[in-house]
């Protein structure tokens, strides 16, 4: 597990956008099969409805159609049939949902889902943006809408303030931090000089992570910052002495 993990760390660092794009299919195939362990890991359940009413009128939805299917062509090539049928039901599903309570955070969080994985980004941004502006203190649509504005519809700015939301809205989600600082890396070069210190950020709120040390150790590794690397590979060696990877990684750097 530990190696694998390791190799994963690597993977990602060399090329985020490749690994972005099979771990989202992955996700959909996954919810296709498991939709309620989707909903664990989006943190509801089947008949959650998050907060209580207000009695305020829900803001107007301006987006494009909720029932629109917009399937391109190279987004599903890889999909069967099957999946493709799959896929515009649990859109008609949501969007079903939706017509009978607008006022609840999953079936929106589900449409952009669907509608993302089959290259109708506008259609995802539009069910995202929604659910962000009626549940303003989740983090999955803060988080997607960060992905999706830095890997599909390039806008790095709006990246950057949609994962800084999804950072305030949950300190200890690891990922989000991940994710900014690729954004900064790769893509945003203006803020490229951040993309070590919203990790440390991340660390700072997360001082037990193992994932995130590890992460950190490997990015300074990446980007020939020798001192560091060193530093924060000995850290991980102290919370796992016997990980060879990390003793290797140690050695090649001429530490111990």
Do not use: C
């Not at 209580?52 to 917009?70: H, M, N, Q, S, V």
Request: hydrophobic share 40%; net charge negative; no cysteine.
């Amino acid at each position: 597990m530990e190696e694998n993990f390791l190799d994963t760390i690597r993977h990602r660092l060399k090329n985020p956008v490749v690994a972005g794009g099979l771990v989202m299919a992955v996700v959909v195939l996954i919810a296709l099969i498991f939709p309620s362990e989707i909903k664990l890991l989006l943190g509801l359940s089947s008949d959650e409805r998050i907060g209580i009413a207000t009695g305020k009128p829900l803001p107007k939805y301006t987006g494009r159609d909720i029932r629109e299917i917009r399937m391109v062509p190279e987004e599903v090539k890889l999909f069967t049939e099957d999946q493709k049928e799959k896929i515009r039901q649990r859109i008609l599903d949501a969007a079903g949902s939706i017509d009978v309570n607008p006022d609840v955070l999953d079936p929106w969080l589900q449409l952009g889902l669907y509608k993302k994985v089959i290259g109708d980004f506008e259609g995802a941004r539009d069910a995202w943006e929604y659910a962000s502006l009626i549940r303003p203190q989740n983090v999955v649509s803060f988080k997607n809408l960060g992905e999706l504005y830095w890997r599909y519809m390039p806008d790095f700015l709006k990246a950057e303030t949609n994962l800084r939301i999804a950072i305030a809205n949950e300190p200890k989600l690891i990922d989000s931090y991940i994710t900014l600082s690729e954004v900064y890396r790769y893509s945003y070069k203006e803020k490229a000089d951040s993309a070590d210190d919203i990790l440390l950020e991340g660390l700072a709120n997360n001082p037990e992570s193992r994932d995130l040390v590890a992460y950190i150790a490997y990015y300074y590794k990446e980007t020939g910052d020798k001192e560091n690397a060193i530093k924060y590979f000995r850290e991980l060696r102290q919370i796992e002495p016997a990980n060879e990877d990390v003793i290797k990684e140690l050695q090649k750097l001429g530490a111990q």
